[in-house]
């Protein structure tokens, strides 16, 4: 028996993540350098959220899905043309500041806000996903943000799925030290799931699928309503990337062993 | 798998393409449950040409969105269903540095700021420079070092200077005066905004388009590449048979090596005389210079002479420090150890390019495959329900070096037809499209300059210094003079060592070597040749595999078929040459312990340089490398 559900997914922007990185500061705080020039994706955690979102409202018949996502609005278009054709959703975009940087009680303030404001969204039937990282800085806290500030206080973190009873009731897979999981047992929605990577590989790019959501996305983002992150007093004193070092060379005459001892050694280093 | 030719059909009106079918092909396969759906116009490869065709036509329903003439057939009531469909993971993907003339962009923006697009600069100074062989281990004919001495000792009368000789006098047909610096990233980015922006046109990257939907000769629309099959494309977990988007109008602007252009092309042969002979391989890297380099943005250096006598050279600047360095190495080159990477090395070492980019940051690097043969390769432009822009159409001028403008005008042109036919309420068939398009092409610059340029590059076939002449005699002359020339197939241009010959047995050597060592071959090939070892530095001088991932931050998604195959495997092994392996752009072909190439999707950029770097033909025409439509690449916007 179906069991229809309303997923919202909160999902910002990240660079690609084969870009070349490098921080800055600019006049209003940290940034990344030419940023807005970097080709941008979903942010990974996050779009494993919306795929297992898009699979749960198609197992359950008359479910909807909803993407609330605060970005740059030209940026949310760029990378609307590669997540669109994957599973069905409406996009709810916030036309936001981009780079992982701002506070995360603003951050959740107002996606709080926009997502306490959605025509039709039925809270008893809500389930908010999110990523329980995020590829940008990962302060990890804005998804509980959001769920305390909606009143949900059902949150799991780490989740790698969900099965949904017939009753309402659903089961929670949630990661745990050691590559195991813990299970929970949730009676009913609402509640806030910040999704690890999940099990399902990425959607295949459905073109229907893709034209029927842009029909919905363009108004909606050409509506994008522009919004300021107040700083809350927030200031960074310094920021880095993860140190990384590549080193190149060719070896003839060492053997697998030498090689394999030697990374040892410079991982170790580290 | 099947390879299909009839040495007894060969078309009267050309190459026998209809003759040949691919190693798979969407026409024979076996009949599977596939969806579809109808749209207005399918489009195939979102390029320069495509954005020009793009912008024309929703420029014109934003000015006047109750024309009825862009009223949806498909869908009554709703604009025009026009989507196009990409190859790349992004539309910012897989392109390349560019200087522009901008005349047909300009005027599809009069009011443009270049300083909206990021990496954009208007056309500040131009340098042509012959570079002389600093090091020695150049091919260079006695003709050249002859030239190469005399300039030496008359340097300083002459004004060489780092090995560099500039000339006094840039003809104008070189002359970029009034055009853009542009990365092609970052400009079809901004177009697909734009173009996203309106609401009338959907761009889907990501999205290989397999083959045209044909009925007879008539095109019907798309087929998308299937998904979720293993690499020999049988379906695997998750597959989904790629979806049919039938349309009234199909516009083909995949480019030169696009899956759905090599399938029009094998269907319905060239024009009489036509052939697509003559190809480059365009490689380049951005290049962060450091703080206190003073390169103006809007500089523009063409160079040629180094690292080899074929090899054609750039330098272009971009705002905040950044420069586009890249070598085309062209087919008429015959040696079959043609290869891009390393030579792209050592161009970069040159004294007079080292001196601005010693201590820069390579931030981005890639190649891809340039049909050279303008108006000789131009293919059918227009046929029932299709249409062709950009350079798979055989828009790209040879002589001034141009193509993005060239290309954005033809997609202008095929853009006003359109919505000519549409307010006629005129169907697309071949009669209305060639009275439309066709005829706006051949009235128009592209078409003069595509005559002035069609025999220009006919003497590199004998030579670097003939070829000059012969470019130089076409130029002047507005094209009214040039050399004559037999251009045979690409296959045909690699030179052939007898496998007993001191070169052949070198190669083989060096072959061999390398393959026991784990040496890229294009590495051991022209360290065997006397080209210095490359003093890795880990910012800009890495080796190719580094340059994948730090430049051009390559990736495939999974769930697609192998795009490059090998027709008949036979040929493979005993082909002496393997110039699939040193040319390919980003090692994805290898050469495997029997002989045969491997080929690695994942590393593939997609250049489809192996569809031309191949000495084999299975049937006298055509290489032996199948190149279809295929995911993944390059995933730098920089390019």
């Known amino acids: 028996m179906a069991n229809p559900v309303h997923i919202v997914v909160c999902a910002g922007i990240v660079p690609d993540p084969l870009q070349t990185l490098e921080p800055l500061s600019t006049p209003n705080g940290p940034g990344i350098k030419n940023e807005m020039v970097l080709p941008a994706v979903l942010d990974p955690w996050a779009a494993s959220a919306l795929y297992e979102a898009g699979a749960l409202a198609a197992k359950n018949p008359g479910s909807k899905v909803w993407l609330v996502s605060l970005g740059p609005k030209g940026k949310l278009q760029q990378v609307m043309m590669t997540v669109a054709q994957k599973v069905p959703f409406e996009l709810v975009p916030i036309d936001g500041p981009i780079g992982g940087f701002p506070d995360a009680h603003s951050t959740a303030a107002v996606l709080a806000a926009t997502i306490d404001a959605l025509p039709g969204l039925d809270k008893t039937k809500l389930l908010l996903f999110g990523g329980w990282e995020s590829a940008t800085r990962g302060a990890g806290v804005t998804l509980q943000l959001v769920g305390e500030r909606l009143g949900i206080t059902e949150q799991f973190q780490g989740v790698d799925e969900i099965d949904l009873r017939d009753d309402g009731s659903f089961t929670v897979l949630e990661r745990v030290e050691g590559g195991k999981h813990q299970v929970s047992v949730c009676s009913a929605a609402p509640a806030v799931l910040g999704w690890a990577t999940g099990n399902l590989p990425e959607p295949r790019n459905n073109p229907q699928v893709g034209m029927a959501n842009m029909r919905s996305i363009m108004p909606a983002l050409q509506k994008a309503k522009p919004t300021t992150l107040e700083p809350n007093g927030l200031s960074y004193i310094s920021t880095s990337l993860p140190k990384q070092q590549r080193v190149t060379r060719v070896e003839k005459n060492l053997s697998p062993d030498e090689i394999a001892a030697e990374l040892v050694d410079w991982i170790g280093a580290e | 798998m099947t390879i299909r030719f009839d040495e007894d059909n060969h078309s009267a009106s050309g190459l026998a393409f209809e003759t040949w079918a691919p190693v798979t092909d969407p026409e024979t396969e076996a009949e599977i449950d596939r969806p579809s759906m109808e749209v207005d116009i399918a489009c195939a490869g979102f390029g320069p040409a495509m954005g020009g065709f793009l912008t024309t036509l929703s420029q014109a329903w934003t000015n006047n969105p109750a024309d009825p003439a862009f009223e949806s057939q498909v869908m009554p009531g709703m604009p025009l269903q026009v989507l196009c469909y990409e190859r790349a993971d992004d539309i910012s993907s897989g392109v390349s540095g560019v200087v522009t003339r901008a005349q047909g962009i300009r005027s599809s923006f009069p009011d443009l700021n270049v300083a909206e697009i990021p990496m954009g600069a208007e056309v500040g100074e131009e340098r042509v420079l012959y570079l002389l062989d600093p090091i020695g281990a150049s091919r260079r004919s006695l003709t050249l070092r002859v030239a190469d001495k005399s300039l030496r000792l008359a340097g300083s009368l002459l004004g060489v200077k780092d090995s560099a000789f500039e000339l006094p006098w840039t003809p104008a047909f070189l002359h970029k005066h009034g055009g853009l610096v542009l990365s092609m990233g970052q400009f079809n980015q901004w177009v697909g905004s734009q173009l996203m922006a309106t609401g009338m046109v959907q761009i889907w990257p990501g999205s290989p388009v397999s ?429």
């Open chain 2, 211 to 639: 083959a045209p939907l044909f009925s007879g000769n008539k095109v019907e629309g798309l087929r998308l590449a299937d998904q979720g099959v293993d690499k020999d494309g049988a379906p695997s977990d998750g597959f989904m048979a790629g979806m049919d988007i039938r349309a009234k109008l199909t516009v083909v602007g995949d480019g030169p090596v696009g899956a759905v252009g090599q399938a029009l092309d094998r269907k319905l042969g060239l024009p009489k005389g036509h052939a697509k002979s003559e190809w480059a391989m365009g490689m380049k890297m951005v290049i962060e210079l450091p703080e206190e380099s003073d390169l103006k943005p809007g500089t523009v250096w063409h160079t040629f002479g180094y690292p080899e006598p074929e090899i054609f050279g750039f330098l272009y600047v971009h705002p905040d420090r950044l420069v586009s360095v890249g070598i085309f190495v062209p087919s008429w080159m015959s040696d079959p150890s043609r290869t891009a990477y390393r030579y792209l090395q050592h161009y970069i070492q040159h004294p007079v390019l080292w001196k601005v980019l010693k201590d820069g940051t390579l931030r981005s690097w890639g190649a891809k495959s340039l049909e050279e043969s303008g108006r000789h390769g131009e293919p059918f432009l227009t046929g029932d329900g299709f249409a062709r822009i950009g350079e798979g159409s055989g828009s790209t001028n040879m002589l001034t070096g141009s193509g993005v403008d060239e290309a954005w005008t033809t997609g202008i042109q095929l853009g006003e037809s359109v919505i000519e036919l549409l307010r006629a309420g005129k169907p697309f068939t071949h009669e209305n499209l060639a009275s439309t398009y066709e005829a706006r092409r051949r009235a128009s610059w592209v078409e003069r300059g595509a005559r002035e340029a069609e025999n220009a590059r006919n003497g590199f076939q004998s030579g670097m210094v003939k070829g000059m002449i012969g470019m130089a005699l076409a130029g002047l002359t507005g094209g009214k003079l040039a050399l004559g020339a037999h251009i045979p197939l690409p296959h045909k241009q690699i030179r052939l060592f007898p496998s007993n010959s001191v070169e052949g047995l070198k190669r083989k050597d060096v072959a061999e070597i390398a393959l026991a060592d784990g040496r890229p071959l294009h590495d051991a090939l022209l360290s065997a040749r006397g080209w210095p070892e490359i003093d890795f530095d880990g910012r800009l001088l890495i080796s190719q595999q580094d340059a994948l991932l730090l430049g051009g931050k390559v990736q495939a998604m999974p769930g697609f078929a192998d795009h490059v195959l090998f027709r008949d495997q036979n040929l493979c092994i005993v082909c002496p040459e393997k110039t699939c392996v040193s040319m390919c752009s980003g090692q994805a072909i290898t050469e495997g312990e029997d002989g045969l190439p491997a080929f690695e999707r994942e590393k593939c950029i997609h250049c489809g340089g192996c569809l031309w770097n191949c000495s084999q033909s299975p049937d006298g025409v055509h290489t032996n490398v199948d190149f279809q439509a295929g995911s993944g690449g390059l995933h730098s916007a920089e390019n």
